[in-house]
Every structure is written in C-alpha cells, then in structure tokens.
C-alpha cells in the first residue's frame, strides 16, 4: 500500500508490475475498493505497470477532514502519474470509476491512452436515463444506509454481483464504506460534460450479460454515438464483470490495449 499526500490527507494506492511497462489505472466502483481488481494484478503485473486507488470515502482513503468530492479523484490519478513518470496510461473503471476514468480522459486528453468502461455510462452523450435512473436509487441506498449499515452493504454487494462467490467477495470490499463517506458522493455530479464531439481516445464498453437491462441498452446506444468505441458482453457475469468472470475480462481487455 502507497500513499499519495494531498489537501492534507492521504490517498491510499497499490501498485504492481515495473513502471517501465504500458500503465494501467483501475478504478473501483461505488462503495468498494480497489481489491475489485485483484484478478487484474494478478494476471496482467508481468506485462503492464497497474495503479489502482481508494476513493474518498472508500477503503483505505478515510480524511478525518476534506471539502474534496469524489471528482478530485481526477487530479488524485494525475499526482500518481507524475510520481511514476507515467506520460500516458490506458483507464480501467468499473461504474463510478468508469465516470471518473471518463472524466480524466477529458480533462487530460493527451494523457490518455484508452478507456475501458466496465457497467458505466457516458458522462457526454444519451445519458439522461440513467442519471435518473441512478437519482431513484440513491434515494433507496440512503433510507437503507441510515437504518441498517450491514443491511445496506448486504444490498450493494447484491446489486453488484451475479454470482454467490463474487457476491461475498463485493461484501468483503463494502465494509469500509461508512455513512460518513455518503458525504464525497456529490462530487459525482461534477464529472458529467455534456458534448456532441466525439471522443479522441479507444474506448471499450463492457457489461456483463445479467447486468440491469438498462445499462445494456444504454451501451447498445452509447457505441453508435463513439465510432472509436467498441462494445463486448460478458457472458455469466453481472455489473461488476471483471470481477465476476475474469479471464474473459481479461482475455477482452488485453486484446483491446495490446491492439
């Protein structure tokens, strides 16, 4: 475990692989941590130099005190690629962190060099369904959060999962999550740049074949909209894929970067 200083709090990162290799960001989805890609290190460290972070309020990343949102996670994978020496760096996220790899890859264009969004959405185009969508959730996610925390992180593994084994994997991830942690949530909205043009940087859009209905169809529109996109369903997996079926995630992913 790494940790990067900043506004007076501390970034909690793991690394694996010779920063010498093709870099590769991962970010984990809402109320996990960055052992989502546990898979992904260890498969991929001999052939690429990995870089996942907890996010506010999420793992190991716990201020005692910050105005900071979870869009500064933006700027917290920067820092960490300046400190390696990282130029440019394909980006991996699962959900939240898909808009956040999204965000980065608008703000630092050159500095990307791909973006894989695992059960994500457009922060820039066809959007407004989801969004909503999300917006009913979280008010579900917060009643649940207020009343019963282990209740809550039972829910969220569920919502995340498919199968039993990753299911109590996800759970295991959720439980440094907190009611005080609710409070970065709103830095989310900050990411979202609505735009025609289209973007400039490989994009690979990934579900898992029994995530919500709507985020498939939402990536069938999402792929007509970004001709440098591609999309793959992952059989036997649900909304987080990489974790639920991982050699074929990682079969798709390697191919896409290496290609």
């Known amino acids: 475990m790494e940790t990067l200083h900043y506004h007076g709090y501390e970034v909690a990162y793991r690394i694996a692989g010779n920063p010498a290799n093709p870099c590769v960001v991962c970010l984990h989805p809402a109320f996990g941590d960055g052992c989502v890609f546990e898979d992904q290190f260890v498969a991929l460290q001999e052939r690429y130099f ?7 309020g999420h793992g190991q990343t716990q201020p005692e005190k910050t105005n900071d949102m979870l869009d500064e996670t ?53 959007n407004k369904a989801l ?14 959060l207020l009343f019963n925390m282990d209740g809550f992180r039972q829910y969220i593994a569920r919502e995340a999962t498919y199968s039993e084994a990753a299911y109590q994997r996800m759970y295991s991830y959720t439980q440094a999550y907190t009611r005080k942690s609710l409070k970065y949530m709103p830095g989310m ?13 490989p994009l690979l859009i990934v579900y898992g074949e029994h995530d919500l209905q709507i985020a498939l169809d939402h990536g ?40």
């Open 131 to 144: 969004q909503k969508a999300q917006n009913k959730a979280i008010g579900s996610w917060i009643l649940k």
């Open 50 to 56: 990995l870089i996942t972070l907890d996010m506010l």
């Open 74 to 126: 933006v700027e917290h994978v920067r820092l960490i690629l300046d400190h390696y020496q990282v130029q440019q760096a394909h980006l991996l996220g699962v959900s939240l962190g898909s808009l956040v790899v999204q965000g980065f890859a608008h703000r630092y264009g050159a500095r990307t060099a791909s973006v894989t969004a695992v059960g994500g959405y457009s922060i820039h185009k066809h």
């Open 220 to 259: 069938q529109e999402w792929v007509k909209l970004e001709p440098k996109a591609r999309l793959e369903i992952i059989k036997g997996a649900g909304h987080c894929a990489n974790m639920e079926m991982p050699q074929a995630f990682n079969a798709v992913f390697e191919a896409f970067i290496g290609g």
């Open 189 to 201: 909205g900050k990411l979202f740049v609505d735009m025609d043009a289209l973007v400039d940087y």
